[in-house]
């Protein structure tokens, strides 16, 4: 079974920084792209950021400049790295994956909560 796990999240007050990280296990052939969803109480998951196997990145327009993702496939590992957070970062991150055939594996997520 392929299996996603996140970590990195906890609390932090506005202005501070975070790194999350999501190993991939399991039987992976080949990743396509990894990134990283958020989910805020009462809103929907937006993507936030992702990478290709070959290092191209995008951001949502909210995040550029504040966060960086990276990857190390070779780990079949993804980080984001989060600078200058403000309360309207608070969410439960999701790490996602996806690999040939278009298929889809997501983490179970990892709450970032930024106080003020």
């Known amino acids: 079974q392929v299996r996603l796990v996140e970590s990195g999240g906890g609390l932090v007050q506005a202005g501070g920084s975070r790194r999350l990280s999501c190993a991939a296990s399991?039987?992976?052939?080949?990743?396509?792209?990894m990134g990283w969803y958020r989910q805020a109480p009462g809103e929907e998951s937006e993507l936030v950021a992702d990478i290709t196997s070959g290092g191209l990145t995008n951001y949502a327009d909210s995040v550029k400049g504040q966060f960086t993702i990276s990857r190390d496939y070779a780990k079949n590992t993804v980080y984001m790295q989060m600078n200058s957070l403000k309360p309207e970062d608070t969410a439960v991150y999701y790490c996602?994956?996806?690999?040939?055939?278009?298929?889809?594996?997501w983490g179970q997520g990892t709450q970032v909560t930024v106080s003020s």
């Open positions: 996602r994956m996806i690999v040939t055939g278009r298929r889809y594996y």
């Open positions: 399991g039987s992976i052939c080949s990743i396509i792209v």
